[in-house]
């Protein structure tokens, strides 16, 4: 039997203010983690160490003025702050390694979920101009052979598994989107919906409580995910991304996926980043 390698995780990330919007309140984040420091990684990259983490965030924001700007800049930003602590914290030997089990790992991603809905009621109780403000966040962090993700509102987390498909991981925060998951409605009609934009749930915008959907995958070579805002599906049905991801010769899959979304419809902030696991070699 021929050995096995690691696969080589690949990135790309992009994002384009849309042809109506005067602001762009998307925001996209990829860190690099290990025991000593916390990197940002670039618009597009490759890399793979077992012993580090790399996590990847998309925040598209809402509320007044630059206030939704604002409040997906405050996500990502919180996320690099955070994090680094809550694992030093749960890491017995003081180092930040990875909590042993799933379930710790996905309560911390409630927790640093919690904290930053915190910081954002805050803000917008304490600045005329933060009021009511709030952000989507879909996150996934890659270990070793796992993904973890935590999601809240309609910023989405797609898996594109190398035989074949594409799968919707996160659940749209909408009545919409409940009516799509309970069989009541097409994905056409969905696109089409009077209150399809209508979020039921986000991190801050004065709501008490959040409850983010977090869960795992275990992740194969030749697997990708697709993490976007709803710039990217406002006219794209999942068909229509898996065969622009589906191209070939692309040095950055998200960026061919925002521009042919922006083609298409440009009325929102359009943002996706794009994991790639491909085949490791010596």
Same mark, same amino acid.
């Given at each position: 039997m021929l050995p096995q390698h690691p696969p080589i995780l690949r990135w790309s990330a992009c994002t384009d203010i849309g042809r109506v919007r005067t602001n762009n309140e998307d925001s996209f984040l990829g860190l690099l983690l290990d025991a000593h420091e916390v990197s !940002? $990684?670039?618009?597009?990259?490759?890399? !793979?160490?077992? +012993?580090?983490? !790399? $996590?990847?965030?998309?925040?598209?924001?809402? %509320?007044?003025?630059?206030? %939704?700007?604002?409040? +997906? *800049?405050?996500?990502?930003e919180k996320i690099t702050r955070l994090l680094p602590k809550y694992l030093i914290h749960l890491a017995k030997d003081d180092s930040w390694s990875l909590p042993k089990t799933t379930h710790s790992v996905l309560e911390v991603l409630v927790s640093l979920f919690h904290e930053i809905h915190r910081e954002l009621l805050l803000l917008s109780a304490s600045y005329q101009e933060c009021h009511g403000m709030g952000t989507t966040l879909t996150l996934c962090w890659v270990r070793a052979e796992q993904v973890y993700f935590a999601h809240i509102g309609d910023s989405r987390l797609y898996h594109l598994p190398t035989t074949g498909g594409i799968i919707q991981l996160s659940e749209d925060d909408t009545h919409v989107g409940w009516l799509l998951r309970q069989g009541m409605i097409t994905? !056409? /009609?969905?696109?089409?919906?009077? *209150? *399809?934009?209508?979020? /039921?749930?986000? $991190?801050?915008?004065?709501? /008490?409580?959040?409850?983010?959907q977090v869960g795992s995958l275990i992740y194969r070579s030749g697997d990708r995910l697709l993490l976007c805002s709803d710039g990217v599906t406002d006219q794209l049905f999942n068909h229509q991304l898996l065969e622009l991801l589906s191209e070939s010769t692309l040095e950055s899959p998200a960026a061919h996926l925002v521009h042919g979304a922006v083609d298409r419809s440009g009325n929102d902030n359009t943002t996706a980043i794009v994991l790639e696991f491909c085949e490791g070699s010596d």
């Open positions: !940002y $990684l670039g618009k597009f990259g490759e890399a !793979y160490d077992a +012993s580090k983490n !790399y $996590l990847f965030a998309v925040s598209d924001g809402m %509320g007044g003025a630059m206030a %939704g700007e604002f409040a +997906s *800049r405050i996500a990502v994905e !056409y /009609q969905s696109k089409h919906h009077p *209150r *399809r934009n209508l979020l /039921q749930k986000v $991190l801050g915008a004065d709501h /008490q409580f959040v409850t983010p």
